[in-house]
């Protein structure tokens, strides 16, 4: 652990606590910083002191320095900078950022370390910035660890009058996150995203520190994925022949991610949301595209896995294991949501397995649940479930299976109290589609069941402890927001994504409190998700914003009781 | 008028009612069409029979020919036109369409037509479109008729394999609109646009038929407005030198407007609104960015001009004539809206004025008004309010003031109580912006004013003549849908105004009534304006999905009783 094996420099400048960063998202756990210009030298350089450093270790620090170089980010004061210049023309210029590992060997890839184990998996980063003009350091246990570090230095710099600097030296941070898994997750299903698009999420994503992609890939409404042992799935089962992920696609997404800092969570949803999967193997579904949709399902197309059929376990066990094995992660989510038992009810051929087999409709179940996960589990994975599995069906779970609680955030202390890792995905907090009304045709309320909009400000104010004993406390690994893509495509999925979702990327990075140990609160947190939002859209993602231009340069000024 | 004029060509072939046409948005008024398919020729040629044709109007036609060909729209289908396949082996061909007008000379423009007088401009058209291969013909009273029939021709063409296509011939429509206003409203002064995201958005309003672009310019936040009697407002009070609009670029959004059957309605929002005239003539402003804001506005910064000052009067009218005398438009908005009346009570300046000339406050504001009008009028520009000025203050004001209501639908029949001519644009129906939350900061409750979002099914909803006596409908002049953009910029815009603001165009062209006589209604119009949306994502206007795909290809089946 960093706190143990780095030595903490002690900045012999005077130093003021972080509430005068106005720059770094999420903001670190621990922060000095002072009010001290110093310009970026035209010759700085990154200095990567490590033996054969890993080639992503490589590309993030040419990233690093082209962010420093284009984002032609102006500080979000009156002037956007022309304030600064008196102090700019004496301040040092930083030569350069020295890159070291505590530990000689081996050197794992950012990629390679993306992907551990979360109980070991270390983020932990010093960077110290001098603002004298010595080179500035950044110091990790890992690669992971130094990545996330590039992504605090890049956060610093602002342009104005040909010069990069910034206003906060010097600067030292010995940060690590306060949970391990910070998400953010899409549903490619309700609506098709392009791999571009994918990429471009992710390369966001990693600007606020979120380290997992729960990928929600497949749905009723279409099966985007190309499965190697059943190509028939997408090929049927997806929109457009141009609208599938193929193996090359998701590999693809994966290594982006993983040089990222970014583990693909992969969903495949069952043994509800499976409709598309009857496009090619409608004998594998109940109450296929039935009418009304309602009866059997809470959106249409209604549809089901007949998971009482052992050909249908052994179809599913097959179809993670195909999928699974292609995958990196640790992890691999078989969904568990929204089943809809009036689907079986009339269900010819599930009635006779059940009464040929004398089991209750929960019993197959639990024997699907048990073999398809132990498919999983085979493969060296973790499941992860939603809520369902574990508070409505009587399923028979692996400790370590990790439980997403989205029907409401209340449920979380159930799911604690049967002893699961927990995922905070509530819909009352961070469901980023809620607010648009609905899209079911022919409805005479025009109202969601999800309104309303989830604002940031609400979304920051969530307590990953709420409703939990101390003793409950490490059961809980972190949050993700998510996007349901009914009403989303890639028309939109920025400007409904950003900046909202970087919200519990803070939440669960810095945790309960500021560096100076007061709670996080959203006034003082606003000026900085402002910031973090011009720089997305200085680097190409089209993030919305989120008050007047003239209050984002005005900090407080805006306020209700300002 | 067109009825007058045209010969209703008798289409021989059967015909049905307009409920098969899933392309048209808005639907014509009189409307028949067949289900023949019809393919459009590789030598189509639009052939414009009028002798010395404008300019404006032979660039429409270029434009109408340019999106024929690229579109490449596939009908929204299961298959997206594979299913068609088979009857285009058959189709006829059509050659060509044929323009021409029903008057002989003087022909005037588009864009003259485009801001002639409410009370004469004809938008009507006929359009004939047989299915046997012979021409079709477009026939108006005017280029601007002609213009709006080309964007109805425009809408009713798929691709699919290398043909372009209609599954609709014959079609024949006899169309005006029901109502002579239907408008879009941008604020470009919480955030600003850019010159090419108006045109952008203008090219999205010509394809819905909304024939006037309300250009809510200046407001507190910013003056990005370059007036030539008065450089200093924006060199001063836009939010940068390159956040501002030049005459030249005010003169371009026009013609691009007026080329595309757009009257640009400019609004000068006075006396309230209007802090970022102090950045320049701080003697004009009362409590300017006055703390507490909430005191003295409904959201800062808080600063009106002081009307009872003649000196701030002379400059309004000024300011007023320096713009207005450089727009084509008949209409010229002074705004009026929320005035706060404590903004005076210690104002120095303004009590001494009221007590030396024994004005109550009210009554400098008539004067104010009546002054600041009187300029306008002195121009032959007929001055456009929001509500307050005629329910919540006693001005005095020409009966041909056109009045918007804002605040509440409700609000209409108090000013037609009036007898002034209405502008829909309630926020309960019409706000764009709302939804989204509070945009105040430090703001405990999270909640705006405006919320909940406005889904375009409530939109649709909207009668024009609630609560209105027979007598009153003629003071009705149409509608529009606004975009307040404290949440919004070019990153967001066209996703939150596309395709929703095409909703009032539908309910201001075609009435309350389909060509068939039955009422307008949500269910069935769903699929139409699902084409408009897809036809907007490829001509580059980024509008949202309102349904998954899998609804979207499928009429009827994400119904709720489906």
Redesign the interface.
């Known amino acids: 652990m960093l706190s143990r094996s780095l030595t903490l420099n002690l900045v012999t400048t005077i130093l003021v606590f972080a509430q005068s960063v106005s720059s770094l998202w999420p903001i670190p756990r621990t922060l000095q910083s002072g009010t001290t210009a110093l310009k970026l030298s035209p010759g700085f350089e990154f200095k990567v002191d490590i033996p054969e450093p890993p080639a992503d270790l490589l590309e993030a620090v040419v990233q690093a320095k082209t962010y420093l170089l284009t984002d032609n980010l102006g500080r979000l004061v009156v002037g956007?900078g022309s304030s600064d210049l008196p102090s700019l023309s004496n301040a040092s210029s930083l030569p350069g950022l020295t890159l070291t590992l505590t530990t000689a060997s081996p050197v794992l890839s950012i990629s390679e370390e993306s992907v551990a184990d979360l109980t070991t998996r270390d983020e932990s980063y010093e960077l110290n910035v001098p603002a004298d003009g010595s080179p500035a350091t950044l110091t990790a246990n890992t690669t992971l660890g130094l990545y996330r570090g590039l992504t605090t230095f890049g956060q610093l710099w602002y342009s104005y009058g040909g010069e990069i600097y910034t206003i906060e030296a010097p600067l030292w941070t010995l940060d690590s996150p306060a949970y391990p898994f910070r998400g953010f997750m899409l549903d490619t299903a309700?609506?098709?995203f392009p791999v571009s698009d994918i990429l471009r999420t992710l390369d966001a994503m990693s600007w606020a520190k979120i380290n997992t992609f729960h990928w929600h890939v497949v749905d009723?409404?279409?099966f985007p994925l190309q499965v190697t042992a059943f190509p028939e799935l997408s090929a049927m089962g997806a929109?457009?022949p141009t609208e599938i992920y193929s193996p090359t696609d998701v590999q693809d997404i994966i290594a982006y991610a993983a040089a990222r800092g970014i583990d693909v969570l992969l969903e495949i949803d069952t043994p509800g949301h499976t409709t598309s999967i009857g496009y090619s193997h409608p004998e594998y579904i109940a109450c296929n595209i039935a009418?009304?949709?309602?009866t059997f399902a809470n959106?249409?197309?209604a549809g089901q896995l007949r998971f009482a059929d052992p050909a249908v376990t052994n179809f599913t066990s097959e179809l993670f294991t195909s999928v699974a094995q292609t995958l990196p992660s640790k992890f691999f989510s078989t969904g568990g949501d929204e089943l809809n038992v009036e689907c079986y009810v009339d269900d010819v051929l599930t009635q006779q397995i059940l009464n040929a087999t004398g089991r209750t409709l929960e019993e197959a179940l639990d024997l699907f649940t048990r073999t398809t996960h132990g498919a999983l589990e085979a493969l060296g994975k973790t499941p992860v479930v939603w809520e369902e599995m574990v508070l409505d069906h009587n399923v028979t779970l692996s400790n370590n299976t990790v439980v997403m609680v989205w029907i409401s955030s209340a449920d979380a202390a159930a799911v604690a109290a049967k002893n699961f890792r927990i995922v905070h995905a509530p819909s009352d907090y961070f469901y980023l589609d809620c607010?648009?009304?609905?899209?079911?045709?022919?409805?005479p309320t025009?109202n969601s069941w999800c309104?309303?909009?989830k604002?940031?400000?609400?979304t920051y104010t969530f307590d990953p402890l709420a409703n939990l004993t101390e003793s409950q406390y490490p059961l809980v690994l972190g949050g993700e927001q998510l996007l349901w893509?009914?009403?989303?495509?890639p028309?939109?999925v920025?400007?409904?994504v950003w900046p909202r979702a970087a919200v519990s990327a803070e939440i669960f990075w810095t945790g309960a409190t500021l560096p100076d140990g007061s709670p996080r609160n959203?006034?003082t947190a606003?000026p900085r998700l402002h910031d973090l939002r011009f720089r997305m859209?200085q680097r190409g993602v089209?993030?919305?914003?989120?008050?007047?231009?003239?209050?984002a340069l005005r900090p407080?000024?805006?306020?209700?009781?300002?």
Not at 455 to 458: L, S
Not at 485 to 489: F, V
Not at 542 to 551: D, E, F, G, M, V
């Open positions: 956007r309700r609506n098709y009723s409404q279409s929109y457009a009418s009304p949709w309602a959106e249409p197309p607010g648009a009304g609905e899209w079911i045709s022919d409805d025009g309104d309303p909009f604002t940031w400000q609400e893509t009914e009403q989303s495509d028309q939109n920025d400007s409904i959203g006034t606003l859209v089209r993030a919305i914003p989120l008050q007047p231009y003239w209050c407080n000024e805006c306020d209700l009781y300002a």
